[in-house]
């Protein structure tokens, strides 16, 4: 570990505590941040900093240089053209600037005026009317000059620097920052909490700044350190609180006359090696009396709703109900239907059925179907948010599966675990599209058991993705064309619905009579997007089904769940506007079936010439991978944890600190300290927590 640089004590001015009634507007600013208790003003730290520990003569500045400099100033006046502004002339002694002010108040005029000896700090600019400093910051000449770096902090408006700089120094005083994990426990060499603390909200003017924000100075380590530890302890401790719960043991014999068995005797495939082994782990969970808390991960199209059919069998077949749950129609409709077509039949014989609930059912329909799932008769249940509504009451509801799982909230997975009746809890598989990197795995989802399918069931056909500039636009027309000749089916999906003065994208509604126009009355171009009515997205999607569509353009609608094995064509407009998982996702609705299938990636440079350095590495990725836990590590790498994480840890933070691409050993380390501080100083384990997550904590247990 390097040699430590020492930290600035930071100056006594801190203001004092606000008055016990009521909210002044700085504190619920601060609220906003998230800024409560004391820890949380010391682990608030600065995006970056400012050098005001030094003042520099403007001879020796270069253009672009951000500096502190002090002088006297000649003249200053407001002029009206070619808008108002305030121009003020500084002179060093050794060279002059320019100082311009377009917002200012009377009191900056008088501050500098002719005469005032004054120090300003900006970024210096070249011009036409010489060197000039655009709205610097300016103070009195000959005050004294700060020992440390000057820390610069996210804020909001309303909350000014200076005004949170205090608040955060006061916090930083007063927060009980003593070592709750002893120091030979941490990892060797690292620097005391109160220490690494102090020194990155005030940092020595001699550090590399760079080290600083890019997180990779040795003050670091230790907050990482502890920031890995505080979130390993919250999800070893919600699996083990999760194992002291009870569920029903659903063990049932699987025999020839079980659902089970009956389900693998009717599909026309052979399941693959891969759902066979999620099958078995799901079934080995299912039969013990703590409840299941697994997640199923799998690429596009490898299929996951086929495992899911076969735990929801186990289930019934030990006399209970099942429920799954999907966050769109469009992708629940399509579960129903898969579902229904394999278990309806079998069910029949038992006196049972699989049941549909939406938002978007006529109340007849709906009370008809609640009615089902009161009595019992619907033995599985299928639908979207409508399935979690109070209305809803199972009879013995034992499952739950919710697909796509990161797109509902930790209230909504709570709600329909709470469908259970007596103090039993449900079963919870949930099921991702998006394949999880391994460092997430370890961390975000360290309190789930994984199953993954990482075998595509035989006959789907590699899908062949092309780059194409927005010019060749005719030539990708021309490709539909030959599609349709060969009785193929084509999607062309877009950002948007409707024409947009915001942006400036190519829409839905457009784009659809475009295609209609140029490929003539013969192909029938229909449209799919989320603000139709429910009755009309399903005609559309049933006649895509069916074929009597030919080419569909949509929204990112169909971007899960839609299952059409003849269409062989994906294009997507503007392709460097959406997300790498997003691309992914889009790409696996073609190559399902046995023929050639392509995708074919639209975009538009812009007034620069060129595509994002972001959006290029999305792209790139599309072309030269079709492996989804590739894309993954990808998208981790472009993006961060956040997306894949969506709502799954809602009202959970982030981490702050700690980069899971590059620090796997401090991971690795949490990971081991984290059983062993829980068993053996399980109050230390629980304070660490507390300070770290506070009752954010909760939410990592849902």
């Known amino acids: 570990m390097p040699a430590k640089s020492a930290a600035v004590a930071p100056p006594a001015d801190a203001p004092p505590r606000a008055p016990g009634s009521g909210e002044s507007q700085v504190q619920r600013a601060l609220k906003k941040l998230g800024l409560v208790r004391d820890i949380d003003f010391a682990l608030y730290l600065p995006m970056r900093y400012e050098d005001e520990t030094r003042v520099v003569r403007l001879v020796d500045t270069r253009d672009g240089d951000t500096v502190q400099v002090e002088g006297v100033v000649t003249d200053c006046e407001v002029v009206f053209r070619p808008r108002r502004q305030l121009i003020a002339t500084l002179d060093d002694g050794s060279d002059t600037v320019q100082l311009r002010f377009f917002n200012f108040y009377p009191s900056q005029q008088k501050q500098l005026a002719p005469g005032a000896k004054v120090r300003v700090r900006g970024e210096v600019k070249g011009g036409f009317v010489g060197r000039t400093i655009m709205h610097p910051t300016v103070k009195a000449a000959g005050t004294p000059l700060p020992l440390a770096l000057t820390p610069i902090y996210s804020t909001i408006a309303g909350l000014a620097q200076p005004v949170l700089r205090r608040a955060v120094q006061a916090g930083l005083a007063r927060a009980p920052l003593h070592a709750i994990v002893p120091n030979p426990m ?32 040795p003050a670091w380590q230790r907050l990482k350190a502890e920031e890995l530890l505080a979130q390993q302890l919250s999800q070893l401790q919600a699996r083990r609180e999760r194992a002291a719960q009870r569920a029903p043991a659903l063990q049932a014999a699987v025999d020839a006359g079980s659902l089970h068995a009956q389900l693998l005797g009717v599909l026309p495939f052979q399941p693959t090696g891969a759902q066979q082994r999620a099958d078995r782990e799901i079934a080995l969970d299912l039969a013990r009396t703590q409840p299941m808390h697994r997640l199923l991960q799998g690429d596009v199209g490898s299929g996951k709703t086929l495992v899911a059919a076969l735990a929801a069998a186990r289930c019934i077949d030990a006399g209970f109900q099942c429920a799954l749950m999907a966050p769109t129609e469009i992708l629940a409709s399509q579960h129903f239907g898969k579902l229904v077509g394999w278990l309806d039949p079998l069910l029949a014989a038992r006196g049972r059925r699989v049941a549909w609930l939406t938002g978007s059912q006529k109340k007849k329909e709906r009370e008809a179907m609640e009615a089902i ?13 409508a399935v979690i509504s109070e209305k809803v009451r199972f009879r013995r509801l034992a499952l739950a599966i919710v697909d796509e799982q990161h797109r509902f909230g930790v209230a909504q997975r709570l709600a329909l675990r709470g469908k259970a009746e007596g103090e039993l809890e449900p079963h919870l598989l949930m099921m991702s599209a998006t394949p999880i990197p391994r460092t997430l795995a370890m961390s975000y989802y360290a309190d789930l058991d994984v199953s993954t399918l990482d075998e595509l069931p035989p006959g789907r056909t590699p899908i062949v993705t092309k780059l194409v500039a927005e010019h060749r636009r005719d030539e990708v027309i ?34 659809r009579d475009e295609l209609a126009e140029h490929l003539g009355d013969a192909v029938r171009v229909g449209l799919l997007h989320s603000r139709m009515p429910t009755a009309e997205k399903q005609a559309v999607m049933a006649d895509f089904t069916a074929g009597t569509l030919h080419v569909l353009v949509s929204t ?35 190559g399902r079936g046995a023929a ?6 639209l975009y538009a440079t812009g007034d620069s010439g060129r595509v994002g350095e972001a959006a290029r590495a999305r792209l790139k990725a599309m072309v030269e991978t079709g492996d989804g836990f590739e894309i993954a590590r990808r998208d981790l790498d472009i993006r961060g944890p956040g997306e894949f994480l969506g709502a799954r840890q809602s009202g959970a933070p982030l981490l702050r600190f700690a980069d899971l691409s590059t620090d796997l050993l401090l991971l690795d380390w949490a990971r081991e300290l984290a059983p062993r501080l829980l068993d053996r100083h399980p109050e230390l384990a629980r304070q660490h927590v507390d300070r770290w997550l506070g009752t954010k904590a909760e939410y990592l247990k849902a």
């Open 373 to 385: 799932v009161e009595s019992g008769e619907a033995a599985l249940v299928v639908g979207t948010h």
């Open 596 to 601: 050639a299938s392509a995708c074919v990636l």
């Open 478 to 511: 021309e490709r539909i064309r030959g599609q349709l000749e060969q009785g193929r089916q084509v999607y062309w999906v877009c950002p948007l619905i409707e024409e947009s003065e915001a942006v400036d994208l190519r829409n839905a509604t457009a784009t």
């Open 556 to 590: 990112t609608v169909i971007e899960v769940g839609v299952d059409v094995p003849n269409a062989s064509l994906m294009v997507i407009e503007h392709a460097e506007r959406f997300g790498l998982s997003q691309l992914h996702q889009l790409r696996g609705r073609v």
């Open 186 to 217: 941490m990892p060797e060499g690292a620097w005391g909490l109160r220490e690494a603390l102090s020194f990155l909200h005030y940092p020595a003017p001699d550090v590399a700044v760079a080290t600083l924000e890019d997180h990779s100075h």
